[in-house]
């Protein structure tokens, strides 16, 4: 090497200690979140999925602090040529690769956090997450909620209304645990009912109507393999297939498809209808109308 007049690469530095790792994004590896710097994005050079070069330094390297120090960032999502940096309580873009001068890091308009590292789901060129006060969609600049129906369960509060599912509040003390996962228009949503200690209610939205429909089943992960692929849902030490007949497991699926949060556009007070028609495949099952 010395005869050669090699140099020694100064830019094998090892990962950082990151709770999250995203990408691969420009060819390249981001981890985000450390105990020292929660704000904290590292990434590695091109088609080197190993080094993080400055990994270990204070004053130079791969690396750069998003928005303040305090505020950790909880996850990644990754899309063509920009990426969603998702924080406890706003939303950051970066456009470009990290690497570039050019690349562009800036703060969105969403007013919003992600609350759960695993409460996040992306779909198509949106990204769907459980924040404070219900379900919001970010789509890049500004972050809707989608499910202003629900809002009081995410408030601590009951809905009194008989027979309606979910009836009890979203827990407080274990919203950590809530997962999430997008699959052709649905959205899934598992969290832990008050006075529970695991996951134990699964909400789905579908995008396209906005209406939404509870499950009895509640998911410790969620997670969709994609076109053709199967979506998986894990329940204590087991993963199951879910949602592709009747059954899971041998024991039927109690999904109930819930009207009572539909205003129908108009003000929330009682409605009467002179006619209603259902159309439903029961495939063999009981159909029960409340």
């Not at 140099?7 to 530095?13: I, P, R």
């Amino acid at each position: 090497i010395a005869e050669q007049g090699l140099m020694m690469s100064t830019t094998q530095d090892p990962p950082p200690a990151a709770r999250g790792l995203a990408g691969p994004y420009f060819s390249e590896l981001l981890a985000f979140n450390s105990a020292a710097h929660p704000n904290r994005i590292w990434w590695t050079n091109t088609d080197e999925p190993t080094f993080f070069p400055g990994s270990n330094s204070e004053q130079d390297g791969n690396w750069v602090d998003v928005g303040e120090s305090g505020e950790q960032i909880l996850a990644i999502a990754v899309f063509p040529r920009w990426c969603a940096i998702i924080k406890e309580r706003s939303f950051w873009r970066l456009v470009g690769d990290p690497a570039a001068a050019e690349a562009d890091l800036e703060r969105t308009n969403a007013e919003v956090g992600l609350l759960g590292g695993q409460a996040w789901a992306i779909a198509g060129a949106l990204v769907y997450g459980q924040a404070a006060e219900g379900i919001f969609s970010f789509n890049g600049d500004k972050a809707l909620s989608v499910s202003p129906q629900l809002d009081p369960i995410f408030k601590g509060d009951t809905v009194l209304q008989a027979e309606s599912i979910p009836s009890l509040p979203v827990d407080i003390g274990w919203r950590n645990n809530a997962v999430m996962a997008y699959k052709n228009g649905r959205l899934y949503f598992s969290y832990t009912e008050q006075g529970g200690t695991s996951n134990n209610r699964t909400l789905v939205l579908n995008t396209v109507t906005g209406e939404w429909q509870s499950d009895n089943r509640g998911f410790s992960a969620l997670y969709y393999e994609g076109q053709t692929g199967y979506l998986l849902g894990a329940i204590g030490d087991s993963v199951y297939e879910i949602e592709t007949g009747a059954t899971d497991n041998s024991v039927p699926i109690s999904f109930t498809y819930q009207t009572r949060y539909e205003d129908q556009g108009q003000p929330e007070n009682d409605k009467r209808y002179s006619d209603i028609l259902i159309e439903h495949n029961t495939g063999g099952s009981a159909f029960t109308v409340y």
